[in-house]
């Protein structure tokens, strides 16, 4: 009954922000801040209309697919490569080149940032995407071999053994028989690093100058603080807009979330 309760507690204190939000963004300027606990007489669907068209969400959806799509993507090819690398040979080096890695989770992003963004202005990188994703990528790897290698450590050798009785060479041993058993973790890793990279803000913000380069949430946060300043409304719904590709993403993924997670914590 307690448990209950206080899940219940935790499920709103999650979604009543978030409802509050979705139904502001359908109300008028007027009904926001006469009534803004209130329901709409009229939904103002006018007003994603309007966010969509001020802050060119074409352009800045496109700059995050990019941005997001390729820092998941080499963040994944890497961390499986090392976190597979580290578990399969046992190596005295393998585990230091494991805590060197996993040193990256202590370090602040604030203490790092300001080097981070002059070293690629020194590579003339801080203009376009390819700095950025670099930047990602970097900082997405720790965790991302954290979470992989405790599952891959709990893939037994013996499979391993076999396959390499049948004349399998090591990339077949990591595609066919890692890879595969290895979804879970992999899907979550996924799921967390997209949700960090597409909500990020301190490194885009500074990083990209360009504004045709800029991602969704800089390009939601120039809006709202530029001419949309006093259009709650309109940044409500803009913000709405910027929430849908997580929501998507984590419906499609939230099976493999705590499965991959618990696994790898308790095989690690």
Same mark, same amino acid.
């Given at each position: 009954?307690?448990?209950g309760?206080?899940?219940?507690l935790?499920?709103?204190?999650?979604?009543v922000?978030?409802?509050?939000m979705?139904?502001? %963004?359908?109300?008028?300027?007027? #009904?926001?801040?006469?009534?803004p606990?209130?329901? @709409?007489?009229t939904?103002?669907?006018? *007003?994603?209309? &309007?966010?969509? #068209? &001020?802050?060119?969400? @074409?352009?800045?959806?496109r700059?995050s697919v990019?941005i997001?799509?390729f820092?998941v993507?080499f963040m994944?090819?890497?961390a499986s490569?090392?976190?597979? $690398?580290?578990?399969?040979y046992?190596?005295? %080096? !393998?585990? $230091?080149v494991?805590?060197?890695?996993? =040193?990256?989770?202590t370090? +602040?992003?604030?203490?790092i940032?300001?080097?981070?963004?002059?070293l690629?202005?020194?590579?003339h990188? $801080?203009? !376009?995407?390819?700095?950025?994703?670099?930047?990602?990528?970097a900082g997405?790897? @720790?965790?991302?071999v /954290?979470?992989m290698?405790g599952?891959?450590a709990?893939?037994?050798?013996?499979?391993?053994?076999?396959?390499?009785?049948? !004349?399998?060479? #090591?990339?077949?041993?990591? %595609?066919k028989?890692?890879?595969?058993?290895? &979804?879970? +973790?992999?899907?979550a890793?996924m799921?967390?690093? /997209?949700?960090?990279?597409?909500n #990020? /803000?301190v490194?885009? /913000?500074?990083?990209?100058?360009? &504004?045709a380069?800029?991602t969704?949430?800089?390009g939601?946060y +120039?809006? =709202? *603080?530029?001419?949309?300043?006093t259009?709650? =409304?309109?940044?409500f719904?803009?913000?709405?807009i =910027?929430c849908? @590709?997580i929501?998507?993403i984590?419906?499609l993924f939230?099976r493999?979330?705590?499965?991959?997670?618990?696994?790898?914590a308790v095989? !690690?």
């Amino acid at each position: 009954m307690f448990l209950g309760l206080f899940l219940l507690l935790v499920f709103l204190i999650c979604m009543v922000p978030m409802l509050w939000m979705l139904v502001s %963004s359908l109300k008028t300027r007027r #009904e926001l801040l006469t009534n803004p606990w209130g329901m @709409p007489k009229t939904l103002q669907w006018g *007003n994603y209309v &309007k966010a969509w #068209e &001020k802050a060119d969400f @074409p352009m800045l959806i496109r700059n995050s697919v990019v941005i997001t799509g390729f820092s998941v993507l080499f963040m994944l090819i890497l961390a499986s490569m090392i976190a597979f $690398a580290v578990t399969r040979y046992h190596l005295a %080096s !393998g585990r $230091a080149v494991l805590a060197y890695i996993l =040193v990256g989770q202590t370090i +602040s992003l604030g203490m790092i940032i300001f080097p981070v963004v002059m070293l690629l202005r020194k590579m003339h990188l $801080a203009s !376009g995407h390819a700095g950025l994703i670099l930047t990602y990528i970097a900082g997405g790897l @720790p965790f991302a071999v /954290f979470v992989m290698q405790g599952f891959f450590a709990g893939i037994p050798h013996e499979l391993y053994e076999s396959a390499e009785i049948d !004349g399998a060479n #090591e990339w077949i041993l990591f %595609s066919k028989i890692a890879l595969p058993l290895a &979804k879970p +973790s992999i899907a979550a890793v996924m799921l967390f690093q /997209f949700m960090w990279v597409w909500n #990020e /803000f301190v490194l885009a /913000f500074t990083v990209i100058r360009d &504004k045709a380069n800029r991602t969704i949430i800089v390009g939601l946060y +120039s809006v =709202v *603080n530029g001419v949309l300043a006093t259009d709650y =409304v309109t940044a409500f719904a803009g913000t709405v807009i =910027v929430c849908l @590709p997580i929501i998507a993403i984590y419906l499609l993924f939230q099976r493999y979330l705590i499965q991959g997670l618990m696994t790898g914590a308790v095989k !690690g």
